[in-house]
Nanobody, 122 residues
Framework: QLQLVESGGGLVQPGGSLRLSCAAS????????IGWFRQAPGKEREGVSC????????YYAGSVKGRFTISRDNAKNTVYLQMNSLKSEDTAVYYC???????????????WGQGTQVTVSS
């Protein structure tokens, strides 16, 4: 069964850090770009970051640039999203998804994880 599984979410205070993981099972991530999206209550899903299959190209939404870092370890079949200097507006369910290339259009992604909740609050 082809599956993406996110982990690493939780409750953190403003200014804190979390590292999300996106692990694949049933297929290898080597040939896929991986995007991170998030959806806050009452808002549309938005793209956060994306990394190419080789890891050589990385994209960030303006709202997270300089605070979030995407990386991948193909040997572990896992993509990471390091989130620093977290703000209350980063609170959302975070999803990872696979595609042949990076795009901000969520409809073009093939496989999605179930999501992990990130809550930034004091």
């Amino acid at each position: 069964q082809l599956q993406l599984v996110e982990s690493g979410g939780g409750l953190v205070q403003p200014g804190g850090s979390l590292r999300l993981s996106c692990a694949a099972s049933g297929f290898t991530l080597d040939y896929y770009a991986i995007g991170w999206f998030r959806q806050a209550p009452g808002k549309e899903r938005e793209g956060v970051s994306c990394i190419s299959s080789s890891g050589g190209i990385r994209y960030y939404a303006g709202s997270v640039k300089g605070r979030f870092t995407i990386s991948r370890d193909n040997a572990k079949n896992t993509v990471y999203l390091q989130m620093n200097s977290l703000k209350s507006e980063d609170t959302a369910v975070y999803y990872c998804a696979s595609n042949t290339k990076c795009t901000w259009y969520s409809g073009e992604y093939d496989y999605w994880g179930q999501g992990t909740q990130v809550t930034v609050s004091s």
